[in-house]
T-cell receptor, first 113, second 110 residues
Framework: DSGVTQTPKHLITATGQRVTLRCSPR?????VYWYQQSLDQGLQFLIQ???????AKGNILERFSAQQFPDLHSELNLSSLELGDSALYFC????????????FGQGTRLTVV | EDQVTQSPEALRLQEGESSSLNCSYT??????LFWYRQDPGKGPEFLFT???AGEEKEKERLKATLTKKESFLHITAPKPEDSATYLC???????????FGTGTRLTIIP
């Protein structure tokens, strides 16, 4: 158990819908990262938050957004969903701004039908 | 742009048969190279961080080494429970994101 909690574990939704994925980082970790993992691609970095502020952005679509709340949990919002958004979405946390090592949650498997 | 290439894509070994996995990388300035293990349907599990060429780290049957262009994950006398996908990732200076390779899927046959 990495200490990073993601909910829900599985999500099935229709195209055009909007979903919210939730992540609770390890106790004391200020940085939260979101990654997408598709079958045909490796882990792709989406976005990073540190202590409530956005710090880095990767290949995140405009339809996707995220935020980190004062209690340090984070949410990833995916809207106008398309079939190609089906993937595993992972959250990771680390204690510092500089990424020494990241601990990953178990992921949310999103299926868009 | 940072690039990470892992080889082979898949590797099948008999139990006890030692081998190595390769991770070649291109970065402007390496801050760290990371190895993770990922079981199917689960999140990556952190194994090692290497920071400079010549550095080595060991954990049970695994040993990671680093040069200026690549890293190797050596597995000695593997057991079936070592079967997993092994991911390599790099962190560049001035960059907060890990760039991952696509992994090596390792299968250990009893």
């Amino acid at each position: 158990d990495s200490g990073v909690t993601q909910t829900p574990k599985h999500l099935i939704t229709a195209t055009g819908q909007r979903v919210t994925l939730r992540c609770s980082p390890r106790s004391g970790d200020l940085s939260v990262y979101w990654y997408q993992q598709s079958l045909d691609q490796g882990l792709q970095f989406l976005i990073q938050y540190y202590n409530g502020e956005e710090r880095a952005k990767g290949n995140i679509l405009e339809r996707f957004s995220a935020q980190q709340f004062p209690d340090l949990h984070s949410e990833l919002n995916l809207s106008s969903l398309e079939l190609g958004d089906s993937a595993l979405y992972f959250c990771a946390s680390s204690p510092r701004l500089e990424l020494a090592e990241a601990f990953f949650g178990q992921g949310t498997r999103l299926t868009v039908v | 742009e940072d690039q990470v290439t892992q080889s082979p894509e898949a590797l099948r070994l008999q139990e006890g048969e030692s081998s190595s996995l390769n991770c070649s990388y291109t970065v402007s300035g390496l801050r760290g190279l990371f190895w993770y293990r990922q079981d199917p349907g689960k999140g990556p599990e952190f194994l090692f961080t290497l920071y400079s060429a010549g550095e080595e780290k060991e954990k049970e049957r695994l040993k990671a080494t680093l040069t200026k262009k690549e890293s190797f994950l050596h597995i000695t006398a593997p057991k079936p429970e070592d079967s997993a996908t092994y991911l390599c990732a790099v962190l560049d200076f001035g960059n907060e994101k890990l760039t991952f390779g696509t992994g090596t899927r390792l299968t250990i046959i009893p």
